[in-house]
């Protein structure tokens, strides 16, 4: 019989900071979107205090204020690294890994004795190892696993850990009745609300529902979610995740700009760290796509330009991908107005082992290959962005505003030493930093 637990990161943005920060324990943190725009991320403590999601900020900071809340910019390099630090971790539970967000994995837990058991000391090394709470939600697909994993935050009693097959099926069944359709993955609001109309109300309703009627009115993907929450598994963890078929980059600036160079930088940018996903997947692109444009809402003479460029040969090389994007900025690039947004995607991608080549064109040089390749590794072992194009230093007006941005603990040890060291001599209270730093083992957060 199949076995599925799904592991997530409890509040992850808020707990990330929290790690490095024990002066925070137990008091409300926030994190905030680009451009430090909209509430993306609260702890537990900011929730209780009735901070919404996806506000903006210039509306809670009054409240923030008031309850001393701790507001952080995104810091997506410390994200990032805590998410694989977490997923190299999780990797060695299971023979089967399937990550499904930044801080979302499911485990094939097939076949093992004590499925719950071992949930338990899965979400108790990520607490030790890294100081990341947890929950962890098991069942016989991935659909009840999701739903597990919900139960086991919404509920204190389960500590953290919920198993469908602890219950009775009449058990099993109450609390899926009490439980919302839109609880259940792959629901949204739209389609609840037609569910609704068919007086399919709650999870048992939808599991109850006939599964050929839904396909009819619906699609598959309905009536394989019927399927799963009868514990039936159609959602297979997947042996190797599938390549990206575009890869989009891009970033609106904290502060409008009205010249080329800002923009050059900013296209730069996004094709290093485009070109840098391209290789992690051992892909090649064939196509570039440049977009520039004004803010829709500020300015007089709105514009948003876009325009493909055509390689010659598909490549993964960031100097020749980049030559390409440049030319198609100075294409689309019109003095006088003022840009707010950049980016570029990648298109045409294809598994570069196998791809079609020109004969008339010049073989690609190896050695750009291995210079690629040592880039990837020391921005790796320094951090992201340590290696990287002149040409994004030529401006700084497109940067992001990161007013409130934490050090870049884990990657960056320059940046923690003189954190901790300011820590130590300027804080109120005095601490020092340690990692990792273990946060209280809360299971409903």
Same mark, same amino acid.
């Given at each position: 019989?199949?076995?599925?637990?799904?592991?997530?990161?409890?509040?992850?943005?808020?707990?990330?900071?929290?790690?490095?920060?024990?002066?925070?324990?137990?008091?409300?943190?926030?994190?905030?979107?680009?451009?430090?725009? !909209?509430?993306?991320?609260?702890?537990? *403590?900011?929730?209780?205090?009735?901070?919404?999601?996806?506000?903006?900020?210039?509306?809670?900071?009054?409240?923030?204020?008031?309850?001393?809340?701790?507001?952080?910019?995104?810091?997506?390099?410390?994200?990032?690294?805590?998410?694989?630090?977490?997923?190299?971790?999780?990797?060695?539970?299971?023979?089967?890994?399937?990550?499904?967000?930044?801080? *979302? !994995?499911?485990?094939?837990?097939?076949?093992?004795?004590?499925?719950?058991?071992?949930?338990?000391?899965?979400?108790?090394?990520?607490?030790?190892?890294?100081?990341?709470?947890?929950?962890?939600?098991?069942?016989?697909?991935?659909?009840?696993?999701?739903?597990?994993?919900?139960?086991?935050?919404?509920?204190?009693?389960?500590?953290?850990?919920?198993?469908?097959?602890?219950?009775?099926?009449?058990?099993? *069944?109450?609390?899926?009745?009490?439980?919302?359709?839109?609880?259940?993955?792959?629901?949204?609001?739209?389609?609840?609300?037609?569910?609704?109309?068919?007086?399919?109300?709650?999870?048992?309703?939808?599991?109850?529902?006939?599964?050929?009627?839904?396909?009819?009115?619906?699609?598959?993907?309905?009536?394989?979610?019927?399927? *799963?929450?009868?514990?039936?598994? !159609?959602?297979?963890?997947?042996?190797?995740?599938? #390549?990206?078929?575009?890869?989009?980059?891009?970033?609106?600036? #904290?502060?409008?700009?009205?010249?080329?160079?800002?923009? #050059?930088?900013?296209?730069?940018?996004?094709?290093?760290?485009?070109?840098?996903?391209?290789?992690?997947?051992?892909?090649?692109?064939?196509?570039?796509?440049? #977009?520039?444009?004004?803010?829709?809402?500020?300015?007089?003479?709105?514009?948003?330009?876009?325009?493909?460029?055509?390689?010659?040969?598909?490549?993964?090389?960031?100097?020749?991908?980049?030559?390409?994007?440049?030319?198609?900025?100075?294409? $689309?690039?019109?003095?006088?107005?003022?840009?707010?947004?950049?980016?570029?995607?990648?298109?045409?991608?294809?598994?570069?082992?196998?791809?079609?080549?020109?004969?008339?064109?010049?073989?690609?040089?190896?050695?750009?290959?291995?210079?690629?390749?040592?880039?990837?590794?020391?921005?790796?072992?320094?951090?992201?962005?340590?290696?990287? $194009?002149?040409?994004?230093?030529?401006?700084?007006?497109?940067?992001?505003?990161?007013?409130?941005?934490?050090?870049?603990?884990?990657?960056?040890?320059?940046?923690?030493?003189?954190?901790?060291?300011?820590?130590?001599?300027?804080?109120?209270?005095?601490?020092?930093?340690?990692?990792?730093?273990?946060?209280?083992?809360?299971?409903?957060?």
């Amino acid at each position: 019989m199949s076995r599925f637990a799904l592991v997530d990161g409890n509040s992850f943005y808020t707990s990330c900071e929290r790690v490095f920060r024990p002066d925070l324990i137990g008091k409300p943190i926030i994190v905030l979107s680009n451009n430090d725009g !909209c509430v993306v991320a609260r702890s537990a *403590e900011a929730k209780a205090i009735g901070i919404p999601a996806f506000l903006p900020y210039y509306q809670v900071r009054s409240l923030c204020r008031k309850h001393r809340v701790a507001v952080f910019s995104s810091n997506y390099t410390l994200y990032g690294d805590m998410s694989r630090r977490m997923m190299n971790i999780l990797a060695r539970f299971a023979p089967q890994q399937d990550i499904y967000s930044i801080d *979302e !994995c499911f485990l094939d837990l097939s076949g093992m004795a004590t499925p719950l058991a071992h949930g338990r000391h899965i979400r108790q090394t990520l607490l030790d190892k890294l100081g990341l709470p947890s929950c962890v939600g098991i069942g016989p697909s991935k659909t009840l696993a999701k739903l597990a994993n919900h139960v086991a935050k919404q509920q204190a009693h389960w500590q953290g850990v919920f198993d469908w097959a602890d219950l009775t099926p009449a058990e099993a *069944e109450g609390l899926l009745a009490s439980m919302d359709v839109r609880e259940v993955w792959g629901v949204g609001r739209r389609l609840a609300e037609k569910l609704h109309q068919l007086r399919i109300r709650s999870a048992l309703d939808l599991q109850r529902a006939d599964a050929r009627q839904l396909k009819r009115n619906f699609n598959v993907v309905l009536e394989r979610t019927v399927a *799963e929450l009868n514990g039936v598994s !159609c959602l297979a963890l997947d042996d190797v995740a599938s #390549s990206k078929q575009h890869i989009i980059s891009s970033r609106s600036f #904290s502060r409008q700009v009205s010249s080329l160079p800002p923009l #050059s930088a900013s296209i730069a940018h996004h094709i290093a760290r485009a070109a840098e996903k391209l290789r992690a997947q051992g892909s090649t692109a064939a196509m570039i796509g440049v #977009s520039i444009q004004t803010n829709a809402f500020g300015s007089a003479t709105p514009y948003h330009g876009y325009t493909c460029i055509p390689l010659l040969q598909p490549s993964d090389d960031t100097l020749s991908l980049n030559q390409a994007a440049q030319a198609g900025l100075r294409q $689309l690039f019109q003095p006088g107005l003022r840009y707010h947004k950049a980016g570029v995607v990648l298109m045409e991608i294809g598994d570069k082992a196998i791809q079609q080549q020109d004969m008339f064109a010049p073989a690609p040089d190896p050695r750009r290959a291995r210079l690629m390749s040592t880039i990837d590794q020391l921005n790796r072992r320094l951090g992201k962005g340590s290696i990287r $194009l002149a040409v994004e230093d030529i401006s700084q007006d497109w940067q992001m505003r990161q007013a409130m941005r934490s050090p870049c603990y884990s990657t960056d040890p320059q940046q923690a030493i003189m954190a901790n060291r300011q820590a130590h001599t300027s804080a109120p209270t005095g601490y020092r930093l340690y990692w990792p730093r273990r946060q209280p083992d809360s299971g409903n957060e």
